[in-house]
């Protein structure tokens, strides 16, 4: 049956508890990223701090993500996912302690913002890695397209949910769930029955040997390289609105933090369609094509939404736009890790998250400076026509591709 076939890796034990903390973590992210938004949108006005903040948290990607890969590669993957909620908690109650004692001051939110993206340069890789490990390969494209759903569950529910919450309690009661959160998701991993997760290879290689091995792969795999350059293209020009939408909340919808909640739960909606149209795929061919394919599509709504001036319709195209990115992420992230070596994917995953945070955040900051120039939409609208072009460039690329 199709339902039977989408939730076929619930089947795994310890993939139920890395799902359900997954949840719960993600969620608590999401509510604290919209606060985080809205506090600096609050405090400066302006585009370009939207853009640099969004940088500081994603930039760490880029430089330390092939490291958190390495980890993956090399040490007890469990043991370094807990120290890694550890890590988070502690960042979450610093900004509630900063929040106690008044307004923060911008260099506290972009230094705690900072850290945060650290964090995450470490535990994303550690995170899809470790999916694997809980269910092996054969059930590797729905636990992935699951996991995607869950990300997306809570990019639709939390900033909904921060949206009531900055309404009725500011800033601080966001930073606190998400302190719990991390608390809970440990709780979650503390659980795992060590003797069902599926084996998987250690390198034993020197750090740096490990390091030129992953990136060689990535560079002389030709599939490997043009999914990347794929995401590239995707995550700098097609994600524009991830740091732009609290200027569209106030400047296009005439809104505040609650339409801001509706704009990235809209978003997330889109891209929890994305993740279950994957689960219910059951083979992993021709992704690059549907990839490309989807990037043209996501141009096509993205132009719709740069356009739009009304909430409803914003928050439709933006919905829609969201599902091909999802289908080009999760697509993308499932074909590396089937080409990978087993003994390479956790850095081949570290390099796919590198390079998506990381062209983000450079895509964000550029955005927020050409915003401020010129328009919200307008930035979009270009980032939304590079997308289309790109589009067309790689599906005539891949016209006869079979992975």
């Not at 006005?45 to 994603?58: I, V, Y």
């Not at 040490?75 to 307004?103: D, E, I, P």
């Not at 694997?132 to 939390?158: F, K, P, Q, W």
């Not at 020009?237 to 609290?246: E, R, S, T």
Request: proline share 2%; aromatic share 12%; glycine share 8%.
């Amino acid at each position: 049956m199709q339902i039977e076939r989408i939730v076929k890796s619930f089947a795994h034990f310890n993939f139920r508890l890395v799902f359900s903390g997954s949840i719960i973590s993600l969620l608590g992210v999401w509510i604290q990223a919209t606060a985080l938004s809205w506090l600096v949108w609050r405090i400066t006005g302006s585009n370009t701090w939207l853009g640099a903040m969004f940088l500081a948290q994603q930039l760490p990607m880029l430089f330390l993500g092939l490291l958190g890969g390495t980890m993956a590669d090399r040490f007890n993957r469990l043991r370094l996912l807990k120290c890694a909620q550890v890590l988070g908690f502690l960042q979450a109650m610093l900004l509630v302690f900063l929040l106690l004692l008044g307004t923060p001051q911008l260099w506290h939110i972009l230094a705690l913002t900072f850290v945060l993206g650290i964090v995450f340069a470490l535990e994303f890789p550690l995170r899809n890695t470790f999916i694997m490990d809980t269910v092996g390969r054969e059930d590797l494209l729905n636990a992935v397209s699951l996991n995607s759903a869950a990300v997306h569950i809570c990019r639709t529910v939390g900033p909904v949910l921060a949206g009531f919450l900055l309404a009725w309690g500011g800033e601080m009661p966001c930073f606190l769930l998400n302190a719990i959160s991390f608390l809970m998701f440990y709780f979650f991993l503390s659980l795992i029955r060590q003797e069902e997760l599926f084996p998987s290879k250690i390198s034993n290689n020197s750090f740096w040997e490990a390091l030129r091995e992953g990136l060689s792969f990535a560079w002389n795999n030709k599939h490997a390289r043009e999914s990347l350059l794929l995401l590239a293209v995707t995550a700098s020009a097609g994600c524009l609105f991830v740091a732009l939408n609290p200027s569209l909340a106030e400047k296009t919808f005439f809104g505040g933090a609650k339409e801001l909640g509706f704009l990235n739960g809209a978003a997330g909606l889109g891209a929890l369609i994305g993740s279950a149209f994957l689960a219910a795929r059951s083979h992993h061919t021709k992704l690059l094509k549907l990839s490309s394919f989807s990037l043209i599509a996501t141009s096509f709504f993205l132009i719709l939404f740069s356009q739009s001036y009304q909430l409803k319709f914003g928050m439709l195209f933006l919905a829609a736009a969201n599902t091909f990115i999802t289908i080009i992420f999760s697509g993308l992230i499932t074909l590396l890790q089937h080409i990978a070596p087993e003994e390479l994917r956790g850095r081949i995953i570290s390099i796919f998250m590198s390079l998506f945070m990381g062209f983000m955040a450079l895509g964000g900051l550029l955005g927020g400076v050409l915003a401020d120039y010129i328009s919200t939409p307008q930035t979009i609208l270009l980032g939304a026509l590079f997308c289309g072009v790109s589009g067309i460039f790689f599906l005539i690329q891949h016209q006869t591709e079979v992975v």
